[in-house]
């Protein structure tokens, strides 16, 4: 005798079973994809929000160094021109005194027999013009010329020899030299 046994109830039971545990899984397997895709992209948008800060950060940063290396080039500008301010005012200081170092210099390189008929200064190269009753005179002023601590370019450009007024024999004469800085009254 045999028994007549149903196992479709069971089996449906059992697919029944599988199902719901296939769609549970299915479920959390969909909401843990979610929570991960969701946590993932919170991520990137907090790397992507801390990398704008930073890149505001930095570009206010290159702004104000820009700003400060205006400022530098103005200071710069200003400073160069107030060293050029100040050499014009050291040459003036330099070059206001050119006439009494000359007047004063004069009398040690002029001796007797020597006489000027010009003395014409610019910058600070001069020019003399004269006669001299004798060579060995004019000899004389051209050795103290070179030998003098403020001249230097000595160049005789003419010695002319001829009768003057009182029927004696004079030399005409053109000179020039250069008078170097005065550096005088350092300590004043």
């Known amino acids: 005798?045999?028994?007549q046994i149903n196992l479709?109830?069971?089996?449906?039971?059992?697919?029944?079973?599988?199902?719901y545990?296939?769609?549970?899984?299915?479920?959390?397997?969909?909401?843990l994809a979610a929570m991960i895709q969701w946590r993932g992209f919170n991520y990137l948008h907090s790397q992507y929000s801390q990398q704008a800060k930073r890149n505001g950060s930095l570009e206010a940063h290159i702004e104000k160094l820009e700003q400060e290396l205006i400022q530098l080039n103005t200071i710069k500008k200003q400073y160069q021109e107030r060293l050029q301010?100040?050499?014009?005012?050291?040459?003036?200081?330099?070059?206001?005194?050119?006439t009494t170092q000359l007047l004063n210099t004069l009398?040690?390189?002029?001796?007797?027999?020597?006489?000027?008929?010009?003395?014409?200064?610019h910058e600070r190269k001069v020019e003399l013009?004269?006669?001299?009753d004798s060579h060995a005179h004019l000899a004389s002023m051209l050795d103290k010329l070179e030998q003098s601590q403020y001249i230097t370019s000595v160049k005789m450009h003419s010695i002319v020899s001829e009768r003057s007024v009182?029927?004696?024999?004079?030399?005409?004469?053109?000179?020039?030299?250069?008078?170097?800085?005065?550096v005088g009254f350092e300590g004043l």
């Open 129 to 132: 013009n004269g006669v001299s």
């Open 85 to 98: 301010r100040l050499t014009a005012v050291e040459e003036l200081q330099q070059n206001k005194n050119k």
């Open 166 to 182: 009182f029927d004696s024999e004079v030399n005409r004469f053109d000179v020039s030299f250069s008078l170097l800085p005065f």
């Open 21 to 31: 545990q296939f769609v549970l899984v299915l479920i959390v397997v969909i909401v």
């Open 1 to 3: 005798m045999a028994y």
């Open 107 to 121: 009398p040690e390189i002029i001796t007797e027999g020597i006489y000027l008929n010009r003395v014409r200064i």
């Open 8 to 19: 479709l109830p069971w089996r449906e039971k059992e697919r029944t079973k599988h199902k």
